[in-house]
């Protein structure tokens, strides 16, 4: 009799019957649920969290507060209550503690989110994408994929995130994988193009996919990098999204060109109107042939989105999330398995989806064998790249610490129709890396040591 199953299938049922507490009352009992929570999570997987969402959420007038209750107003029930029990009980409570024991018996990372390509085919070209050198023939088959999320389930993985290319080139094969794997959260990046009524009928029946829609600011801003007509249909997925009480995000990256538009109240106003629950920012990295360097945010312009976020953050109903300027949130990098990878559409198993380098694939180790490859391991021992956190990166901000892994473990690039040389790729963030330290070490220390500050 296997006890480990029995314990987990009890403290799931647990879980369910408190969030059917919550549905009972969400007015009243949104802060109350978070001690019942807290008493599932014996191994204190997630008490940082817990913490800090029983503090925000303890005050009804309080963004974070309206944000938790429209996801009963704004969000289908059924949608909902299966996404609440693969994020929070499957992926994140139950999962967290299955990778924590499995970091712990194999002494390599596990991440809790696993990015893979099912294409690199796409619909769009747009200016500098990085997608694009991988060619437009390469695809994971259907079987690979659900190998793939086999294998991370028995480690602990229950979060799946596709990008690619455009991951919904794929979008029955994806439909299946969240038929098959339903006690899975699924998440992709996305330019929504695809996105039509019958897709979003499809999301309503298996209710654990949630898009993630790329867009670059407004009209101008988002056709310029993504082609004439891209804003145009962005707008209209996401209508149809709404009009379904379908959960959505957007993907959004800030470059020389749109870091004030993309940063300004008036977006996120607009995002939060159209129906957004979340945002991801991610800034322009110059990697591949068809990079354009001119696009990298200055340091300045870094700074402006690391004081919008953490404003808007604090008072808008929209949760967001900067790739880079968060790592003082969690320790630094996340990449190379700490808390995710990236799964091109060739098989090559990469620490990053930024960072092409890999020695792995998936058609021939498993995801456990890569793990404890030398590149994996190289970001196991080397992680965090910086004391100060503000500098997560070891490509973007850490100039060398890159190139150092990638040749001590003999990593290849996995662009197979122009290789990049893994120091020709740091030349051309290092300018970037040397301006943005002195402004990262002012607000490293001025968040740490200040008791009121207004630095800007």
Not at 54 to 70: A, C, I
Not at 232 to 244: D, F, G, P, Q, S
Request: glycine share 6%; aromatic share 10%; net charge negative.
């Amino acid at each position: 009799m296997n006890t480990k199953n029995i314990t987990d299938n009890l403290q799931s049922f647990g879980l369910k019957k408190v969030l059917a507490f919550l549905d009972s009352d969400p007015d009243n009992n949104i802060p109350k649920v978070m001690d019942w929570v807290e008493r599932f999570d014996t191994d204190d997987v997630v008490e940082s969290q817990l913490n800090t969402i029983k503090s925000v959420l303890s005050d009804k007038d309080s963004n974070w507060y309206k944000l938790t209750k429209s996801l009963w107003t704004d969000v289908e029930d059924n949608v909902r209550k299966k996404l609440f029990e693969n994020f929070i009980i499957n992926a994140t409570i139950l999962g967290g503690k299955r990778q924590k024991k499995a970091r712990e018996e194999n002494n390599c990372n596990v991440p809790w989110a696993i990015l893979m390509d099912p294409t690199s085919a796409c619909n769009l070209k747009c200016t500098g994408c990085w997608a694009a050198e991988y060619g437009n023939k390469l695809n994971l088959s259907i079987e690979t994929l659900d190998n793939i999320i086999e294998q991370g389930k028995k480690l602990g993985t229950y979060m799946y995130i596709y990008s690619g290319g455009e991951p919904l080139v794929r979008k029955k094969d994806i439909i299946k994988l969240c038929e098959k794997h339903n006690d899975c959260a699924f998440l992709a990046f996305t330019n929504a193009t695809l996105i039509d009524e019958d897709f979003a009928n499809e999301m309503l029946r298996v209710k654990n996919f949630v898009p993630a829609i790329s867009v670059e600011g407004f009209e101008n801003e988002t056709d310029y990098r993504r082609g004439n007509g891209t804003y145009e249909a962005v707008m209209k997925a996401m209508e149809i999204l709404k009009n379904k009480k379908l959960p959505f995000g957007i993907s959004c990256c800030y470059t020389s060109k749109n870091v004030e538009i993309i940063g300004s109240e008036k977006y996120f106003d607009d995002m939060i109107d159209k129906g957004a629950k979340f945002a991801w920012f991610f800034t322009y990295m110059p990697v591949g042939k068809d990079a354009v360097p001119e696009l990298m945010a200055t340091a300045q312009q870094r700074e402006f989105m690391y004081h919008q976020i953490r404003e808007f953050r604090a008072t808008k109903p929209i949760f967001t999330m900067d790739f880079w300027n968060d790592g003082e949130y969690i320790d630094g990098c996340i990449a190379g398995g700490r808390c995710y990878l990236h799964i091109n559409a060739n098989g090559d198993i990469e620490p990053c989806a930024f960072i092409h380098y890999s020695d792995s694939n998936i058609h021939n180790k498993t995801l456990l064998e890569a793990y404890k490859s030398p590149l994996f391991m190289q970001y196991h021992d080397n992680q965090p790249f910086n004391e100060n956190h503000l500098r997560p990166c070891p490509l973007l901000d850490n100039p060398g610490r890159l190139t150092d892994m990638v040749e001590k473990s003999g990593a290849k690039s996995t662009d197979m129709q122009n290789p990049e040389d893994v120091r020709e790729l740091s030349k051309k963030c290092k300018g970037a890396a040397e301006n943005w330290q002195p402004v990262a070490d002012k607000l490293w220390e001025c968040s740490h040591q200040c008791e009121k500050c207004n630095c800007q």
